[in-house]
Structure formats: C-alpha cells, structure tokens
C-alpha cells in the first residue's frame, strides 16, 4: 500500500477511570488506544488521506497486537510497524471536571519505543511512496536513543525530499533523561518544514517570559529557523472546561486567523492538537488556500472535544458542515 503520509511515535494504552471520577474512585478504567501521532494518522485515514503509522511495538504481545488491530480498522497502514523488545506503553488520564483539572501519569520507562535506537528503522521502507512525515516533540522526550531515532527519521525524511512537520507537543512530565526540551527541539525545527505547537510551547523553546502577541512569536521563529516555511500556534482560552479555540499560522507572506469557537462542556480535549496537525495536513494536501487549509484544522479540533478517547472520529463532512454552520448543534436526519 502506498501512504502518502507517514506518522512517526509511540502507540499507548489509555486507562480513564469511569465518566470523571477520581483515579481508583471505584475499581474500574475504560481501556483505549491514542497516542499524539497515532491520533493524526487515524485522523488523516477518517479524512480520506492514505496514511501509514511507523512506530516500535512489543512482539508477542497480545495488547501491543489490540493495538495494531485498532488502528488498522481506521484504515491506517500499520504493514511499516516495528517488532522489538519491551512493553507498550501505558497513561492514565482523570478527565478534569469545572474547575478540577484533569491529570495524566506516563508508565512509558523500558517501552518498545524507548528502548528504539537509530538503525532500528528501516527508513527506506517506511517512507516507501510517502511525501509527508509527521512527528511529535513527545517521542523525543521519552529517552535519549527515542531522542535520536526522532531526529534520524526526519534527516532521512529530508533527504527523501518529503515535507516533514513537527509539533512541539511538549510534555513537562516526560523529560527525564538529561538533555532540556528546548536544547533537543531546536535541532528538530532546523529540519522541520511545518512547525505547530500552543503558544506556552512556542514560549518555552524560545526561552520568553514577557509579553508578545502571536504574530511576533511566529515572526521570531521564521526569523531564527529560515529553513521553516510556516509556523501555526493553536490558541486556546481557557476557563474551568470552557474554551474559546483558535489558530493563526505564518506562512512568511501572511499572518493568518482562523476562526474562533466558544467549545462548552468539552467530552474530552485529549487529541484535540491532534486533531488540528492532522486537518491542517490534509487542508495543506488538498484545499486550494492556506486561510481554507487553518480553518478546516481548527473545526476539525473543535470537533474533537466533543468525541471520546484519543482518537478524532470527524469526516472531512462533519468538518465542512462546522465550517458552514450547517451541523452545529443541530441532529443530522
């Protein structure tokens, strides 16, 4: 099968205690599959995009095995999949409930994907007929060799002559291993096409603490980073589970906004960045404008805090009819 975009991380095990109970507040968890690049490849397959998910999964192991099935029953290519030694790696999320916040624990030590070394791809192969990739700053933050093997994948990515785009996806929690996020994600960007992430995400790599609008971060980046051809920043105000959910993006001709969305009693906001890279992809593949291509991101995400577990389960219809307000709140029959 030929995928014309590739995903590139770590495959997880969710744990969530029933509806918004505390951890162990009864003595049950509701068991799915995410993961940030397995959410965009799942999200591109739902959106008519041949997509393939290359990552490092346990062999012989009937969960890492649950796994694969899941993905593949979105239509995602997993036939580039990598059997090695380790466990699957497992997070626990309580969903947040008006003003408790929700929290995540990682049980991601001595995973397949941690223990994943550069060489152990064969590149080549996984980018067969490919002309995107996608990675996160999540895999890099599991372990120095995960951190290498991030780095590998898009120096080959370039020079295979693909598109490669990064989110930051910074995860305070994940980086234990020695060197900083922000010392390990510069070298990313300087081989990144695309650049995503929030606006703490973008401050944090930058070292900034004082005031500054979007527009002049994302100027701040194409300025530093001249191999970047656009920088998009997710924008989200947030008030106990209410949101106000945007995006601008820099494209070095324009600065562009998206529309803005009131996003009320949020269902789960896990995936929703997600969300947004994959419909910022696939706006990029296949809508005739940048400012088309933002704003299908946006309502894509939006559309993702209202669906549970990791993955985004919207058409490319459900997005287009958010767009025109022709579904929103209403029953389609």
């Known amino acids: ?39 965009v490849a799942v999200a591109l397959s739902s959106f008519g995009v041949d997509a393939a998910y290359v990552t490092v999964l346990p062999a012989s192991n009937p969960i890492a095995d649950a796994a694969i099935a899941e993905l593949r029953r979105f239509g995602v290519d997993i036939s580039r999949v990598v059997l090695g030694q ?68 898009m120096r080959r990515a370039k020079e295979k002559q693909m598109t490669v785009s990064f989110d930051l996806n910074y995860r305070r929690n994940l980086w234990k291993w020695g060197k900083s996020a922000p010392q390990v994600m510069a070298e990313m960007i300087r081989v990144a096409d695309i650049l995503m992430g929030n606006e703490g995400h973008l401050r944090m790599v930058l070292g900034i603490q004082g005031p500054i609008d979007a527009h002049e971060l994302t100027d701040r980046f194409l300025s530093r980073y001249s191999n970047l051809r656009a920088a998009a920043v997710t924008l989200r105000d947030s008030y106990s589970l209410q949101h106000y959910w945007a995006a601008c993006l820099n494209d070095r001709e324009a600065f562009l906004t998206s529309r803005r969305y009131d996003v009320s009693h949020t269902v789960d906001r896990i995936g929703a960045g997600d969300a947004f890279a994959a419909g910022l992809i696939y706006g990029s593949l296949n809508l005739s404008s940048r400012l088309d291509a933002l704003n299908f991101a946006v309502a894509a995400s939006c559309l993702k805090h209202s669906i549970p577990g990791d993955f985004c389960r919207a058409t490319v219809e459900e997005v287009q009819g958010l767009l025109s307000d022709r579904s929103a709140g209403r029953i389609s029959r």
């Open 86 to 153: 380790g466990r699957l790696g497992t997070y626990f999320l309580e969903l947040g409930a008006n003003h408790r916040a929700g929290r995540v624990i990682y049980d991601r030590e001595h995973s397949a994907m941690a223990l994943a070394k550069p060489g152990d791809i064969d590149w080549d192969n996984a980018f067969q007929g490919a002309t995107w990739l996608h990675i996160t700053g999540i895999t890099p933050a599991i372990s120095a060799s995960a951190a290498d093997l991030a780095l590998e994948s």
């Open 1 to 39: 099968m030929t995928a014309k975009v590739i995903t590139f991380g770590e495959s997880l095990l969710r744990l969530t205690p029933p509806g918004v109970e505390r951890f162990l507040q009864t003595p049950h968890f509701n068991a799915v599959f995410g993961g940030a690049e397995a959410n």
